[in-house]
């Protein structure tokens, strides 16, 4: 099986006459694999039950035709305007009771039963006219999962959520500390999502309403996979993530519906940035995944975050590529095959570009196809071993975006990238674990600023550290319960005995303090008392401000303000994660291969050595500016 | 009869089992007055008409049983889910016409019926209960008055607010200049609140609105109050009333309906600036009490306002204790006892904080109850002489607040609080008024920015002149009538004759010019012409800038710009109001003590001799940083 | 026939004894047209069919009485709040779906049946009356439209404004690219206005909206002149254009019904830039009214834009009237005459301030006023000939303001402003042109970021270059058709061929970079590759930044990033339009006059010699800081 190489595909913006120079442009850069039709219900199911396929028919033949195999779609991100006309109920409504419009997509109440019972007959519909066509290689259910609703469809759905989840109203409302503020639930009715109100929400009611979302999108996902399962027995079912700020998906529980972990990936920041991020998101796809293959839905050719757009620089569409198959994705995805003339990402680019194919965009991405046939597809199976775990929680994430925190300036994401960061740049393999999960196998486990922790999490890290583990645990970790209560009798509560401190007060700080050895630190300070730990460095004021603690077989440290980058990097060389690898130069094993890619404008040393397999020339060691090479063990 | 020292208390956020504790260390900290039950109506009534009192008679026992009085709430901030749901038209209806959802507290519409029955009904049940009670020490009605509503409701009590405002239609129209933008009224069903609309909103529209909201709010507390005078002749009936941006509260007005004064203080800033916002606060207290004792119902051991939240530094908790006491308070409150583990201000601090009765927060809590039971409380009747009095008006405040003024960065608040801090850092013992207040007892009356100004007032100003007062008046001041309709002829319409200038225009500056002496002016200039009055400093182009004009028996001054701290003070100044005080050290008189307190870092002389009530120990004139003392004269 | 002079006039905001004295006033100020009536509809119309004239048959006696001549209003622009509560279904419905409220002006659906009734009956009811009345020379209907709705008569309009357009829905589905996301329409049932949505909308929808917004105040203007033009044959019929950045008219449409074109100005910069901005929108209306006589039916004696409101500086309503007359304006007219004493817009600044008459401003005022009797009015006919055209498209700013460009920074407007700036400043004579206007008469034709062209303007284009014209074309240009689709093949489509280059991408710049030459590139940059042109200046990096091509007769020149002025200026010069003016002395000719201002704060040259019509004095080729000569040729 070779490494998929192609992009979104959507023929029903284009004149048919079109379609074949798709197909011979898709040849000509070793495209094998397109997702078709992820936009389509309309075209589709131009109304209730009556389908038109003539149209899908002739794309697949002619796909097929070409030696390119498909991702054939489930349209339901996008319903057709017919259809929010007949079920103005099956609409989003936001918090403050908008009910929003059709027009762009993904406007739709997941709870809605028109929406759900539609969803499940254009999928059988899809399903059963071409799960026999030669061109379907997998299912593609919906798209970037990603819409809250507020309506009564959706509070009902909520409630019976809450229902299985709480039992009683009791527990709910200890839960959710309704004795603050007086919102004591006495019936099952009285219970709505979030909407808005006169002051600040109640936390804990936010963050099940977000769980409870995710739960909700992953029922409608199930459903779909289900009835494909049963039409198509052998052929797998994914969805693609969208890693946005915005993302109300808990990554982990839908990892274990999924046949295949797919993900989106849109870095925000550029060059070098942009190499970290895509690094991030890789490892996080290969942790969700469970250290096995998965699959780089999207990514584009240039840059289409923030105020700015533009091509990547020459060379980052391989690179970044490779980043993705280095870390065990089974191919390199596009969104989308041609840039669209119009529609609201007429701005997004494509594989061709707008310029056509005389461009050095479409040259790249032939370059690159040429590059992806000669580098072999992981095999099922585990990838990689990684040293080193960050953990990685949604719902510490979602908690962090409550309302009254003692800071607006903790920045989950932002505290979990660098950790990452730190690692990549010194080349320690690095993985994402559940707080949950097993960790033993790894030499050390990150902890930025995990908020929420359960009581079950709390035991796992404490053992983990009995057992010998080295614990790197940053400030406003371990606070609270999953329900957001915190912790009493001192933070960091769930902590407290493994880290061998006890912080009495939190102080953010105004302005930057000096540390001694780590440098600046910024936004975020503590009073802390040491209760079996050490002082590794203290504030300026004589206070602990980074600790190191004996416990059971393991050490313990504990980081209390925010660091930078470098100040960071070097309580992990004092906690003995220091990695011997050339800032910028990325060097990754998948199973028998090793990547390694350049990031920097200059020549570097790498350690590998052997024939490439893209150039076939042989590797010596060093590495030119920009360059990649992959070689096998 | 001590000094109260307490707090909310909300045993409903806890388990029975920690009340017994709470109690014990209650009597620890010297807590003998806890505020109880604001957020309690949905454990009180879970559903309409039925009680569930057990719970409050066992926790009333127990706080008597310990010596503990209870000030008692009538807990109509925060109606019950149940009752949302029984009645959606008494939820809040914004502007723009979203009807809020409970889930948070203040969701309510104050003219609803149904809110107004349901508020008497808790009233009535908590009375007859509670009445003979030995717990029961005073009644506090809701918690800080503060929701406009936008719903029918709202609108029919507001129409009938102007026709007894107004009597006719066409005293409103003229009072509104309906004229403008053809908005004649020809039927009263035609007014609705303030709601959005396509563009500009009618200023006099907007400010009559605000002047309803807070009559109709009014009338919401004097409702209870009645009833509970009914009920339980001999007790007090408060409210506590917040001091923020957007307070929504005419407060000279409420003043003289509550039994007590109450407050509650968070003051935005930090060190000086937090001493200096309470001492501002308590001032406003005072004076709206007539002089005469109050009581600061809520502050807290932190600072909750802005980005970051954090404890106050060691001593502050005292020291602002201290400064609300020296100006009449009868006691010192914090929100709320205990810390709370979960809700919407989790991260709120309390008296016992999240790490426990072990902590530096609680130990101070103690120290000053211990302190506090050394002073004498305040006994009715006068507290002490003000030299000089600042007129606030809430009307004013609103109507700065309105569109399309000749300056967006014209700030009510922020020029009534200089006026307060220059006068305060120097030691000038400062009171507020109303523009309508008796005044010839003031040696001077500054009027910061006092925009419109109702004929009545405006003679008021000028018999103080007359009879001999000084008057120091800034920019934007006197211009308009109570409709903010602008007084024609030169500005500052009325107070033109007593200030002998009139102003022919408005320049707002977009940079600062340098005036001789009065250093940097910014924000706003204004061509001014003498027509009596001499020029005391000149603007760089050579208009007067600060003039003087000797009026009847008094003199009157006018500020045409904003000047800052040091040059407000030199035209204080020149106008004899210079005080002798050392820059953060307070020196406050309360009927036959004297309080002083250091809010520096180094020690410093002050003019007080004698024993300190607190600590016993002698007083010599000098006062050790961020030391406190109490003696008797 | 002599100039025009006045402003709007709203006796109604005053008690009537104030009448008198506005006419004598007027009449001093040599005042001989006002504007009656734009908000008078409630006090005209005080219940449907009920009218109330005599008040104004008073006012229109007293003004025809003093000599003055009337502007009549249709006072459409604010109906009466019993018109709202009788016809709720005729408010504005925001696109979120609030439904606004009356209490401002502008709150009207523009689709609505009822409000379209009722401004028939009111305009039919005022022209009968005052058909026949001395006073009335003019009717005003409505003011500044641009209320745009999205309630269901706005869909149901906008629906049988799209079946015109496009016929069928397949053309319609086509063009708006619906299948982007899926979003093709079935039925015309389902096409609704840009309501809220869930993510981003469709740009074509959007500006296919702007243009139906457009037409659709068109058609309830042409309806009122139609009866106006029935009852008074005779009598102009116009309407007051606002220049704001909503602007949400195409003026070029719009100025083919109207019998006088007709702007109101309101600079937002002051000093030069005020003096810059109002050529612009001198310049913008002479062309609008195709080179022929127009009316500045509002400015205003003082700045009222942005968040500080100041008189002008002394001269500077002079200079600003000159400037517009120099134009062909018909006259010089302000709102407001009386600046209001309450209202939304008390502080918009009259003729006679809340000062007074005895004030600068009103001096400025009189002496405008006998200085206008001196210049004789532009007879009807061409004005003066312009050496080069300026491109500008409503359609086009619209586009630009669409969802996802590739960079958030493209402004158009601003684009349209330098190009005119940098003429202005230099003495070029400029106008505007359509880009499917006749072009071969002007010297050159400047293209500032014209996003979306026609196939028509394109080749209209062409035609000029092939002609013998110059083109100077700045980026972002020509990129899409009038649909918003991008033109493929490389940038920019349909100027590829007559620039001689193809664009392969875009790169929006983070940081500027220095053209040799030219001076600082920002925000925008190209890689251009030449077909055909010569690269006149590079990036630094080597590709071409500027361009030049013959093409044809003529040149064609390319910007490919944003200069600032002295860069664009040497453009121009380079292209042959370096002018010989000084920077801030402004001289334009008008059929037989010339009118010289100096703008700057010294003397100037100026190549006018001859006597000067205001003060009699002879001119000898010099200018006093700040002074205006008006000459016969």
């Known amino acids: ?36 039709g992820v936009f389509s219900w309309s075209r589709l199911e131009p109304s ?20 390119i195999r498909v991702d054939l779609a489930i349209p339901t991100a996008s319903p057709p305007p017919w259809f929010s006309l007949a079920h103005p109920d099956a609409l989003t409504v936001t918090r403050d009771g908008v009910r929003l419009t059709h027009g762009s997509r993904d406007t739709y109440c997941v709870s809605a039963p028109a929406y759900r019972e539609a969803s499940l007959r254009i999928t059988r519909a899809l399903g059963e006219r071409y799960r026999d066509h030669p061109a379907t290689a997998m299912w593609h259910v919906h798209n970037e999962y990603g819409t809250p609703c507020h309506c009564d469809h959706a509070a009902a759905a909520f409630r019976a959520w809450l229902r299985e989840r709480y039992g009683g109203l009791d527990a709910l409302n200890d839960a959710w500390t309704t004795a603050f503020w007086g919102q004591h639930y006495s019936d099952w009715a009285q219970i709505t999502p979030p909407r808005a109100t006169q002051y600040l929400p109640n936390p804990a009611q936010a963050l099940d309403f977000r769980r409870f979302v995710s739960d909700e999108m992953l029922a409608h996902f199930t459903e779909q996979r289900d009835l494909l399962r049963e039409l198509t027995p052998g052929v797998s079912v994914t969805t693609n993530y969208v890693l946005a700020g915005w993302a109300c998906v808990d990554h982990w529980k839908w990892s274990r519906e999924v046949d295949l972990v797919a993900i989106d990936d849109y870095p925000s920041g550029r060059g070098m940035a942009a190499a970290g991020q895509t690094a991030f998101a890789a490892d996080l796809a290969r942790s969700w995944a469970g250290g096995r293959p998965w699959l780089l839905m999207e990514q584009a050719t240039g840059y289409v975050l923030g105020p700015r757009k533009a091509p990547k620089e020459p060379g980052e569409i391989a690179r970044h590529s490779l980043q993705h198959v280095a870390r065990g994705s089974k191919g390199v995805m596009f969104f989308q095959w041609r840039a669209s003339r119009g529609g609201a990402e007429q701005w997004h680019p494509g594989m061709v570009p707008h310029t056509g194919p005389d461009s050095r965009v479409f040259r790249e991405v032939c370059a690159l196809g040429e590059a992806l046939e000669r580098i072999p597809a992981p095999v099922d199976g585990p990838l990689a071993e990684a040293e080193v775990a960050i953990l990685w929680d949604e719902e510490a994430w979602w908690a962090v975006q409550g309302p009254g925190l003692p800071s607006t300036e903790i920045d989950y994401l932002a505290a979990v990238e660098q950790a990452h960061r730190v690692l990549w740049r010194q080349g320690v393999p690095a993985c994402f674990a559940h707080p949950s999960h097993d960790l033993p196998a790894y030499r050390a486990v990150l902890v930025p600023s995990l908020y929420p922790i359960s009581d079950e999490a709390a035991r796992n890290l404490t053992a983990y550290v009995e057992g010998g583990g080295t614990l790197v645990v940053s400030f406003f970790s371990g606070i609270a319960d999953e329900h957001t209560r915190i912790r009493p009798g001192g933070y960091p509560g769930a902590l407290r005995e493994i880290l061998g401190i006890r912080v009495e007060e939190f102080h953010p700080l105004d302005e930057p303090v000096e540390l001694p050895e780590f440098g600046q630190a910024t936004m975020w300070s503590e009073i802390v008392h040491l209760d079996g730990a050490e002082a590794v460095a203290r504030y300026p004021g004589g206070g602990p401000a980074v600790t190191r603690h004996r416990h059971g077989g393991g050490t313990a440290w504990y980081v209390s303000t925010r660091l930078d980058d470098s100040g960071y990097a070097r309580v992990l060389a004092r906690a003995g994660l220091a990695g011997s690898g050339v800032p910028g130069v990325e060097v990754v094993r998948r199973q028998d291969l090793v990547f390694a890619v350049n990031h920097t404008e200059d020549e570097q040393p790498v350690p590998v050595h052997g024939t490439d397999l893209i150039t076939g020339r042989p590797v010596g060691g060093r590495l030119g500016p920009g360059r990649y090479v992959v070689v096998r063990l």
Chains 1, 2, 3 share one sequence.
């Not at 023929?11 to 079109?18: A, I, N, R």
């Not at 209730?48 to 396929?53: A, I, L």
Request: glycine letters at 12%; zero cysteines; hydrophobic letters at 45%.
């Open 1 to 36: 099986m070779p490494l998929w190489y192609g992009g979104d595909y959507n023929p029903e913006q284009w004149p048919e006459e079109v379609w074949a120079e798709d197909v011979a442009l898709m040849r000509r850069a070793g495209v094998n694999l397109v997702t078709v």
């Open 48 to 67: 209730e039950g009556r389908y038109t396929f003539g149209w899908l028919d002739r794309v697949l033949d002619l796909l097929a035709a070409g030696g």
